[in-house]
């Protein structure tokens, strides 16, 4: 396994319209992180889940973001009527189950896919 | 998460010892403490955490202060390849479902001169 991937990694768009990204995290890991980082700041949650249940969502995600976890495995975060402020860096990582803080508490990130909405 | 103050920039020669410090002094008795780095155009790497006593691994140190309300993550021989931007976090233990996820700040960006 080489680590989280994730497609595409560039994605031009124009505003209005609809994208979709997807993220293949480590094998065995069960727990896949979203987040999103603009340009000069450090990366913001937007979503995790827990194998395929949706465990927490942050207030940056509107009601125009979607994200899903079908068979626990690869993950797909799509916004819907992309404006502008969208325009951002979107990242996935993945960890294993464990307390946070363990030994096993290491997110590993994918290179990310940005968005571009002209 | 309690909230992490970190410089904003810090410059390292290339082969020389660096030391990024972080403050958290509201720090919990159940917050570890995190660090990651993000190289450019890359996504963000674990480094190193821990929670009272210093921690060593192959790419740092952690040395924590026996109050807890700092940290200072140590890169003893600074390459090239180390610069990046720099990030402390705190992770709380006990906060539940909602504890998973990482709060980044700004994070310091670490520049190294040939």
């Known amino acids: 396994d080489t680590g989280v991937s994730q497609n595409p990694r560039h994605k031009i768009t124009k505003r209005g319209q609809n994208v979709t990204f997807r993220c293949d995290p480590i094998?065995?890991?069960?727990?896949l992180y979203w987040y999103r980082q603009t340009l000069g700041q450090g990366p913001e949650f937007l979503t995790y889940?827990?194998?395929?249940?949706?465990?927490?969502k942050s207030r940056l995600l509107s009601d125009r973001f979607s994200a899903e976890r079908p068979k626990g495995s690869f993950s797909t975060l799509e916004i819907q009527r992309t404006e502008q402020g969208d325009s951002a860096m979107y990242l996935c990582?993945?960890?294993?189950?464990?307390?946070?803080?363990?030994?096993?508490?290491?997110?590993?990130f994918g290179p990310g896919t940005r968005l571009t909405v002209l | 998460d309690a909230k992490t103050t970190q410089p904003n920039s810090m410059e390292s020669n290339e082969e020389e010892p660096v030391h990024l410090p972080c403050n958290h002094s509201?720090?919990?008795?159940?917050?570890?403490i995190h660090w990651y780095r993000q190289l450019p155009s890359q996504g963000p790497e674990y480094v190193i955490h821990?929670?009272?006593s210093n921690v060593n691994n192959r790419m740092a140190s952690l040395a924590i202060a026996e109050d807890r309300k700092s940290s200072t993550l140590i890169l003893h021989r600074a390459t090239l390849r180390d610069a990046a931007v720099y990030y402390c976090?705190?992770?709380?233990?006990?906060?539940?479902?909602?504890?998973?996820?990482?709060?980044f700040g700004k994070g310091t960006k670490l520049s190294v001169i040939p």
């Open positions: 094998s065995e890991h069960n727990r």
């Open positions: 821990g929670l009272t």
């Open positions: 509201t720090i919990s008795g159940t917050d570890y």
């Open positions: 889940f827990q194998n395929e249940a949706q465990l927490e």
């Open positions: 990582a993945s960890s294993k189950s464990g307390l946070a803080g363990g030994p096993e508490d290491e997110q590993f």
């Open positions: 976090i705190l992770r709380d233990q006990d906060s539940g479902a909602g504890s998973y996820q990482l709060t």
